[in-house]
């Protein structure tokens, strides 16, 4: 029950495209959804997240969607850029106890120029 | 301001031998994690400190593996003895954690361990 699935594994996108790359869980008692960036060699840093009380977050190029009764949630990346190219991870969490985050397998992009 | 600083980078070892990760939080961050990830999956949770008090440490493999948080800043990763499957990237991460408040957590750059 502490799963998180992301798909799809690789993604290949033009510029100026959209990525897309989603997630869905299992526990209902997740209230926290990050996602993370990696590059190689690099520990994956924070790029947006949400909480289950709003359907959508924008952050420049960067829109979290969720939709709490199917448990999903995605990642939009508008005019995808080749500097995007990068490691996401989806995780979740719960704000109280046990605060750790259940990462998602990871999306490998690569936005072609 | 600073971030998590992580040593060594690069680590080498022989199966059957020891070594030890080093993390050093955000100042003021209560909350200090530690994460192992294996090549080519997210990152899966070893321990959680709460300021040098263990929260979770469910999926430490406490047979080899072992962490402390001193004086509830600095932490130490160990492994002993080590096995081929330790092979990993070890994370450090750490949140200020206030009560409800959102679970940002900040990564290190991570140790990168080989064992041969």
């Known amino acids: 029950q502490q799963q998180v699935k992301q798909s799809p594994q690789s993604l290949i996108v033009q510029k100026g495209g959209i990525s897309i790359i989603n997630c869905a869980y299992e526990?209902?008692?997740?209230?926290?959804f990050p996602w993370y960036q990696q590059f190689p060699g690099k520990g994956p840093a924070l790029l947006i997240a949400i909480r289950p009380d709003v359907s959508e977050k924008k952050e420049g190029r960067f829109t979290i969607s969720f939709n709490k009764s199917a448990k999903q949630f995605s990642l939009h990346i508008m005019d995808s850029q080749p500097g995007d190219s990068a490691t996401y991870f989806c995780?979740?969490?719960?704000?109280?106890?046990?605060?750790?985050?259940?990462f998602g397998s990871g999306t490998r992009l690569q936005v072609q120029p | 301001e600073a971030g998590v600083a992580q040593s060594p980078r690069y680590k080498i070892i022989e199966k059957r031998q020891s070594v030890a990760f080093w993390c050093n939080p955000i100042?003021?961050?209560?909350?200090l994690y530690w994460y192992q990830q294996i090549l080519g999956q997210g990152p899966k949770l070893l321990i959680q400190?709460?300021?040098?008090?263990?929260?979770?440490d469910s999926q430490l493999p406490k047979d080899r593996f072992s962490a402390e948080r001193l004086k509830g800043v600095d932490s130490t990763l160990k492994i002993q003895p080590a096995k081929l499957e330790d092979s990993a990237v070890y994370l450090c991460?750490?949140?200020?954690?206030?009560?409800?408040?959102?679970?940002?957590?900040?990564f290190g750059p991570g140790t990168r361990l080989t064992v041969l």
């Open positions: 100042s003021g961050h209560a909350t």
């Open positions: 995780a979740a969490s719960i704000s109280t106890g046990r605060r750790a985050l259940t």
């Open positions: 526990n209902t008692a997740f209230d926290y």
């Open positions: 991460a750490s949140s200020i954690s206030l009560a409800g408040g959102p679970n940002e957590q900040f």
């Open positions: 400190f709460q300021n040098n008090g263990v929260v979770d």
